[in-house]
Nanobody, 122 residues
Framework: VQLQASGGGLVQAGGSLRLSCTASGNIFSVSDMSWYRQVLGKPRELVAGISSGDVTNYTDSVKGRFTISRDNAGSTVYLQMNSLKPEDAGVYYC?????????????????WGQGTQVTVSS
């Protein structure tokens, strides 16, 4: 089971990017999915999260500019980032709570995808 993130890149301030992260493998269910951002020398911080029931939450600095969503299957999470600012730059990581079924045993995993770099030029 793994998470694969994509969509980062270089964009000018005011521009947009869309990040994607897909869970694959032996998946029974996916619960909460989130995006975190990490800047060199600072701890990883939560940017946005979405529950299995599509309840969303955002850090204050991105409210009104970023939108988190997930596909109907619930295994892909997106982060639409608009009106990007230089302070939005960093490495973005997706995180998901995933249950896998092995025989009759359910296992809960807290998985991280590989980071994707977002650079915003001023």
């Amino acid at each position: 089971v793994q998470l694969q993130a994509s969509g980062g890149g270089l964009v000018q301030a005011g521009g947009s990017l869309r990040l994607s992260c897909t869970a694959s493998g032996n998946i029974f269910s996916v619960s909460d999915m989130s995006w975190y951002r990490q800047v060199l020398g600072k701890p990883r911080e939560l940017v946005a999260g979405i529950s299995s029931g599509d309840v969303t939450n955002y850090t204050d600095s991105v409210k009104g500019r970023f939108t988190i969503s997930r596909d109907n299957a619930g295994s892909t999470v997106y982060l639409q980032m608009n009106s990007l600012k230089p302070e939005d730059a960093g490495v973005y990581y997706c995180n998901a709570g995933i249950k896998t079924l092995h025989g009759d045993q359910l296992h809960e995993l807290d998985l991280w995808g590989q980071g994707t770099q977002v650079t915003v030029s001023s």
